[in-house]
């Protein structure tokens, strides 16, 4: 197994990507540190994974809590081989009004827990270890009202950038970008069943929406030994929506 004795880290792991990617990361061997706000499904990953699995109920906005988890982090494991830093949220922007409180929230759990849990273990890092960012396509393209997202995942872009290059020769730090990834089914699976359109399929060149498996794949190669020459960049993994160029009155879209 590839992640045989590795010890993973995932911010935001009990529900949607992060939980995909800590599934993965178990699947392969791994023992894993979730840190979430989630407990019921927290406790739900701990009861299932056991001794693999450390489970820290907790907000990553709060800079003790994230002090008490890089701790217990260290003493139940000594080390960490790969940190993904992937929790956010979004409290939309300007046109609804997103509050100057509300954006320096969005602001400190998509930047600024990444950047420090990066610098609480700093010195444990293994050899060979990992960071993995989860941004969005989203850094580089927008909706409208989306303002305190967008520039949460812009942050997150320029800091994997800057980490990599601080962290020269110790640890690769990369980012993944995802396009539309439905996660229900690592949500509320006992009831899901996908709600998009054919249409919404066919938008993707890659003619479907993505799937959470579709980032921790790309996750998990990036933590391999495969990825060792890869260093500082920021991976698209969106169905090449961000490559579809669409003007008024391509493909029946019309600006209303
Ligand atoms: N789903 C998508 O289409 C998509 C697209 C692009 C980027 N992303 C990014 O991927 C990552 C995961 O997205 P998702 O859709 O799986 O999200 P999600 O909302 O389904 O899951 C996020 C997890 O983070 C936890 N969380 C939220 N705030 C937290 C906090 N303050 N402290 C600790 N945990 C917290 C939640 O409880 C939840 O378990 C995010 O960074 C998101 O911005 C998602």
Redesign the pocket.
């Known amino acids: 197994m590839k992640f045989e004795n590795k010890i993973c880290v995932v911010?935001?792991?009990?529900?949607?990507?992060?939980?995909?990617v800590a599934e993965a990361f178990l699947d392969e061997g791994a023992s894993v540190a979730v840190?979430?706000?989630?407990g019921v499904?927290?406790e739900k990953l701990a009861f299932k994974y056991g001794e693999r699995l450390l489970f820290f109920k907790?907000?990553?906005?709060?800079k003790p809590?994230l002090e008490r988890f890089a701790r217990s982090v260290l003493e139940r494991f000594g080390q960490v081989d790969c940190l993904v830093?992937?929790?956010?949220?979004?409290k939309k922007g300007l046109l609804s009004g997103c509050s100057y409180e509300d954006f320096v929230e969005t602001l400190?759990?998509?930047v600024a827990?990444p950047y420090y849990l990066t610098l609480l273990f700093k010195d444990r890092f293994s050899k060979g270890a990992s960071v993995v960012n989860?941004?969005?396509?989203?850094q580089m393209m927008s909706q409208p009202d989306t303002e305190s997202?967008s520039a949460?995942?812009g942050g997150?872009g320029a800091l994997t950038h800057a980490l990599c290059v601080s962290l020269s020769g110790k640890v690769r730090v990369n980012a993944v970008?995802?396009?539309?990834?439905?996660?229900g089914a690592?949500?509320h699976e006992d009831e899901y069943a996908p709600v998009y359109s054919a249409a919404d399929e066919a938008q993707h060149p890659a003619g479907r929406v993505?799937r959470?498996s579709d980032?921790a794949a790309m996750v998990l190669y990036l933590c391999g030994e495969e990825a060792g020459f890869i260093d500082g960049q920021n991976i698209v993994v969106?169905g090449g929506m961000t490559r579809r160029m669409i003007y008024h009155g391509d493909d029946g879209w019309t600006l209303k």
Request: aromatic letters at 8%; a negative charge; hydrophobic letters at 30%.
């Open positions: 911010t935001g792991g009990a529900n949607g990507i992060g939980r995909c840190f979430d706000t989630d499904s927290g907790g907000s990553i906005a709060e809590a830093n992937n929790a956010c949220i979004s400190r759990i998509g827990a989860i941004s969005s396509t989203r997202y949460a995942k997150i970008s995802p396009g539309w990834i439905d996660t690592y949500q993505g959470p980032i969106d």
